[in-house]
């Protein structure tokens, strides 16, 4: 008998439930336990989600199998087609399109439930293990995590395999058995097939011990995650007013702090933004904080890069690292004007009501300024410490060949005209 009354309970508000549902053994009792719950409780909307991948041709069975099913328990089926991305790992490259599916049908505030197991936990342990992960990598799969708008939860982590499969047998219950699960070339498999059985003949109670070890560095990490923290929280301060859209941090004060304390706040601050780099990359953190003070190093990282400038680090991605287009006219200059590639701009104050238009910068420009007269717009810049990798693409207004106004620097408009930049998207990687 399997209850997951008290892990289900806390999510009876959510608006919706889904149930990420492969039609596999673990699956196919998490989806039974669920439709058994909705029926007793008051329970949210259940859908169950299969995602094809497209990687064999057995597969292609695999969606009538779990629309039998879930017409069977009353239960909507949404199926996902997915196109998996050449990687050198296929088995990643898959997990992320599953789990990108995944984030992308999720609103605010819904569950999607996923039938990890004891086991599971184990294995990936070992697999980590064996590929020199640090702490971060090896703590345990979390009960509770974020994913998109809404909350991905495990509720089968207290339960090992062969439990999961009494009770599928119990209950005569069908599930697909994937036929790329017996191939061991797959690391994973190789660890399920042939690793844990041995090592639960020498040590009966293997997966649980790996499991509880895990739920250990689990604790552990979320120590260091809140001194990472309180280290942010201080390298978080004084970010620029104008740039408040994009994420920074105050390099001096990770300076102060030891090498690996500052590695222990960067994975942090790094782990919502992009999937870590492994040790050998975190040279390229070391070339970033000791690069010299006139340098504009980069460190590119797999969903986006680190920047430096005017002392502080910057992350960037998304539209970011995309290439502005050309000047716009902005014909109805009392209306916001949508950029492409760059986010959108809106003016108030005093301007003129035809031929303005939004530009870049050249190389030449020159601003005339209340009490000042006619300035550099190089110059200015510096002097208001824009980031070098803000410059390309700051939106100028123009009238004629005259520039108006700067966007976001009050301080640098003809009188009673301001110009508002609603920066584009830093658009996050996997979380």
Do not use: T
């Given at each position: 008998m399997i209850d997951l009354t008290s892990t289900l309970s806390p999510w009876q508000q959510s608006p919706a439930w889904y149930v990420a549902f492969s039609g596999g053994l673990d699956s196919t009792v998490l989806l039974q336990l669920l439709a058994d719950y909705a029926r007793s409780h008051a329970?949210?909307?259940?859908?169950?989600?299969?995602?094809?991948?497209?990687?064999?041709?057995?597969?292609?069975?695999?969606?009538?199998?779990?629309?039998?099913?879930?017409?069977?328990l009353g239960i909507e089926l949404h199926v996902i087609y997915v196109q998996v991305a050449s990687s050198a790992s296929l088995e990643q490259a898959a997990r992320d399109a599953r789990y990108k599916a995944f984030s992308e049908i999720l609103g605010p505030g819904d569950v999607l439930f996923t039938g990890q197991h004891r086991d599971d936990q184990a294995e990936t342990l070992l697999f980590r293990l064996l590929?020199?992960?640090?702490?971060?990598?090896?703590?345990?799969?979390?009960?509770?995590?974020?994913?998109?708008?809404g909350r991905l939860v495990r509720p089968l982590l207290g339960q090992s395999r062969d439990q999961l499969h009494a009770y599928a047998e119990h209950a005569g219950l069908s599930w697909i058995e994937d036929p790329s699960n017996a191939d061991s070339h797959f690391a994973r498999n190789f660890l399920r097939g042939d690793i844990l059985p041995l090592l639960r003949q020498r040590w009966p109670q293997a997966s649980q011990?790996?499991?509880?070890?895990?739920?250990?560095?689990?604790?552990?990490?979320?120590?260091?995650?809140?001194?990472?923290?309180?280290?942010?929280?201080a390298a978080g301060q004084g970010a620029p007013v104008a740039w408040a859209g994009l994420d920074s941090l105050a390099l001096d004060s990770l300076k102060a702090l030891s090498p690996a304390r500052q590695r222990n706040a960067l994975q942090y601050w790094l782990s919502s933004r992009t999937r870590l780099p492994d040790a050998r990359h975190w040279a390229g953190w070391d070339a970033l904080r000791d690069a010299s003070h006139d340098a504009q190093p980069v460190w590119r990282l797999t969903d986006g890069q680190l920047q430096r400038s005017h002392g502080r680090i910057w992350w960037l991605s998304g539209d970011w690292l995309q290439p502005v287009a050309g000047e716009q006219a902005w014909p109805r200059p009392s209306l916001p004007l949508a950029l492409v590639g760059n986010g959108s701009v809106r003016l108030s104050g005093v301007y003129p009501p035809h031929g303005l238009r939004i530009a870049y910068r050249q190389g030449g420009e020159v601003l005339a300024l209340k009490d000042r007269g006619h300035r550099d717009l190089k110059r200015l810049l510096n002097e208001c410490q824009v980031p070098h990798f803000v410059r390309p693409r700051l939106p100028l207004l123009l009238c004629?060949?005259?520039?108006?106004?700067?966007?976001?620097?009050?301080?640098?408009?003809?009188?009673?005209?301001?110009?508002?930049w609603q920066l584009p998207t830093n658009a996050q990687g996997l979380s």
């Open positions: 329970a949210p909307h259940l859908r169950a989600v299969h995602v094809h991948h497209g990687l064999q041709s057995a597969a292609d069975a695999w969606p009538a199998h779990c629309q039998a099913i879930c017409d069977s590929r020199g992960a640090g702490l971060r990598g090896l703590a345990a799969m979390p009960a509770v995590r974020p994913l998109g708008r011990s790996l499991a509880r070890s895990a739920d250990h560095l689990g604790e552990a990490l979320g120590l260091l995650d809140e001194l990472a923290r309180d280290d942010l929280n004629g060949e005259h520039v108006l106004a700067v966007a976001n620097l009050p301080g640098l408009a003809q009188q009673g005209c301001q110009l508002e």
